[in-house]
Every structure is written in C-alpha cells, then in structure tokens.
C-alpha cells in the first residue's frame, strides 16, 4: 500500500465522525491554537487548507453511473444515475464507500441527473423530487461515516487489505449537472441550447435544486460539465445570489468539458468561462470534468492563466461516446495504468484536485491515489492559494 499522505497531525483533530470540514468548529479552532486564523479564514483559505491536508493534492471519486452499471444497474431511463435513488439507495452507498476505499477524499452525489423538473416528467411530485434531492446528499454522508468508522476501528496510518483508510477529512459534493444534462439528449456535450436561452431561465432552471441541495449539508456544491459561457455565468451569478438570499455557508466549484482540448465543447474560450467564475468569491476551485485524458494538461495550462483558483480535473477514460445508441465505444479510451501515467503531468501543469468521470472506476482512483501519494512530500505540489481579506470570504 502506498504511504498515507498526512500533510497534518492528527492529533489536533476531533474525531473523524465530529469533522466538518468547510465548517470548522470552535474546539477544532482552539485546539489548533489558531483562533484568528480560521475564524478569519474564508471559502478559498479553508479549500487552501483542506489541499494541505490531503498532502497537497486532493483525490476526487471516478465515474458514478458507469459504476453503478457495472454493478447491474439499468440506467437506461430519461433520470439515468438519478434512477438509482429511486431503486437502489443500497447500491449508491455502496458505491460511495468504493470509491473512499480506493483513496478518494472527496466523493460526489448522485444528484448529476436529478432535477425537480426531471422527478416531475416521470410522474413524480415537486416533493418527491426534493426528497430524492436530499437523499442523494444523505447517502453520501452515510457512506462517509461508514467510512469514518472504518478508520477509526484501524490501526493509525495504516490501512487493512486492498483499503485506503485515512486519518483526515472527506468532503461530500452535490453535484450538479448542467441544464444540458437534464435534457438527457446529450447537449452538455455541444453545449447549444437554442437561440431563445437566456440567463433568467437558467438560473429559474438551477436556484431551487441547488437551494434543496445546499440544505441537506453537503460540504461543497459542484457544478459539472458546465458545457458553455451562458451557464458558466449563470451558476457563478445564480450561486452566488442564492448564497446571499439564503445566508448558505458553502462554497462551490465549477467544471467545464471539452472536445478540442482548446474550447469549452460549445466553442466557447475555456479562459472565457473561467474568467466569468473568477470573480465570485463563492466559487473556490474551477476545472474541467467528462474530457478525455489527452486534453487535459493543454487546458489546466489554459485555465492556470486566468484564475488564482485551485484547479481541478476528472477526465473520462478518453473512450468514445456514440450518442446514437446511447454507448461507450469499447476500447477507444485509454487503461488505468496510462491514466495514472498523466497524473504528475496534469499536478505539474497546475491542478490541485484529480480524479475520473466517465468511465473511470475505483480502480482508477486507486491508481491516481497511488501516484498521489508518491509525490506528496513534494512541497511545489502544493497549492498555495492567496490570502483573502475576511470581507471577501
Ligand atoms: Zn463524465
């Protein structure tokens, strides 16, 4: 197994279960001893610190639908991995702990494809949407206390058989797919959605979700395949107005795909869309997600010129998606081994958050957790992020 990479003693920390990590607690600020500095410390600063404690980089989980097809889930359905917390919550968690196991330090929900309006076309009441909103967030914290009580029961700085048990916190993301991916008729991969879309229907689309989302306690929102510069600008503005009406504590990233390695996939200029996230304050680390491999270090040089951000990555395993019959073209992308392969690469160019989409599996995350770990006593790994003022937090 590969070494741990504690960045922090442990020994300043409560116990796992007590840890939240984007809000910290009074005990844990005593116990520090850094009473000022993280009551003080913003949204970007507790990003910055959480980076530290994963030894620099943070490991984000793999592909969630895939996986959970792999397990015989039939996915096949206009609500796709959304399905699941209908029929298999079980699974879900299941799922979840996988990819914790494999090294993940931050796993997202099963929320990509679950809209109240989508809940709503299959039949299903604005209520029942909600529930299955904030169901997704609950297993996903059940999951992490599963897990949570696994590292306890573990020898410190150890982990038992082919596990990955850690002794620092785990963050729960929702994920939040782009109006594209509601349509489920593959246009967050073009990115066009119609000449007569515009900013106010799109955030009408995405406020309520994330405010349902942004309630059930996840530690960070995440917005994903952000497909062009239209959404860029309404999630950074929708999110950052909800957390203002809302008086929400927590902050977000945003992740855009591309199909050149130059251009968001809707042509849009990838430093276009990141610069229109730059300046919320909200938004605490912007990326690229559901792109292949080969793209990836091209764009994080990109992206790393127009934002003082963290920057994150989860490419698919670079196979070919035939949007015809609604598959994976088999053998087009590229192995766990070549993928893991990229990873210093990708680190080198700038990214400070790395995991998978599509595709990708534990197996993956345990690749990328294990070259991870080989470079985190390298300090030009870690990010360093700039102090903000308080006001800005
Ligand atoms: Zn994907």
């Not at 306890?152 to 785990?170: M, R, V, W, Y």
């Not at 999110?239 to 809707?266: Q, T």
């Not at 400070?352 to 985190?376: A, D, F, M, N, Q």
Request: aromatic share 8%; net charge negative.
């Amino acid at each position: 197994m590969p070494a741990l990479p504690l960045a922090v003693s442990t020994s300043l920390l409560p116990p796992l279960h007590l840890q939240n990590p984007l809000h910290f607690r009074p005990d844990l600020i005593s116990l520090c001893g850094a009473v000022r500095f993280f009551n003080n410390m913003g949204h970007a600063d507790m990003m910055s610190d959480f980076l530290r404690q994963c030894g620099g980089v943070a490991v984000i989980d793999g592909g969630f639908a895939t996986e959970l097809e792999r397990h015989g889930a039939d996915l096949n359905d206009p609500l796709w991995s959304a399905k699941c917390l209908l029929t298999s919550p079980d699974l879900i968690r299941r799922v979840h702990l996988d990819y914790l196991e494999a090294g993940a330090d931050i796993i997202l929900t099963a929320s990509y494809q679950a809209t109240i309006q989508g809940f709503k076309n299959q039949g299903y009441s604005v209520e029942q949407g909600e529930n299955m909103l904030r169901k997704s967030v609950e297993l996903a914290r059940e999951a992490r206390d599963i897990y949570y009580t696994r590292c306890q029961e573990a020898p410190i700085k150890d982990s038992t058989g082919d596990k990955i048990l850690k002794q620092h916190q785990i963050l729960v993301a929702a994920s939040v797919g782009s109006y594209g991916a509601h349509l489920a008729d593959g246009s967050e991969y073009s990115g066009d959605y119609g000449d007569a879309m515009n900013l106010e229907f799109l955030k009408d689309f995405h406020r309520k979700r994330v405010k349902v989302l942004a309630d059930a306690g996840p530690d960070l929102i995440a917005f994903e395949t952000v497909p062009n510069r239209l959404e860029a600008q309404v999630d950074s503005d929708a999110f950052a107005m909800l957390l203002e009406e809302e008086n929400i504590n927590i902050p977000a990233w945003l992740s855009f795909n591309s199909k050149d390695g130059i251009n968001v996939v809707s042509g849009d200029s990838i430093t276009e869309c990141v610069a229109a996230a730059e300046s919320s304050n909200k938004v605490v680390a912007v990326g690229i997600n559901c792109t292949p491999p080969r793209f990836i270090r091209d764009l994080v040089l990109s992206i790393k010129k127009v934002t003082s951000k963290p920057i994150l990555i989860y490419p698919n395993s670079g196979e070919s998606y035939d949007a015809d019959i609604k598959q994976w073209v088999q053998h087009t992308g590229v192995s766990d081994k070549d993928f893991a392969s990229y990873v210093n690469k990708w680190c080198e160019a700038g990214a400070s958050l790395v995991g998978g989409c599509c595709r990708t599996t534990p197996h993956t995350i345990r690749s990328i957790y294990g070259t991870l770990s080989c470079k985190s006593a390298d300090p030009s790994l870690v990010f360093e992020a700039p102090r903000l003022q308080p006001s800005e937090g």
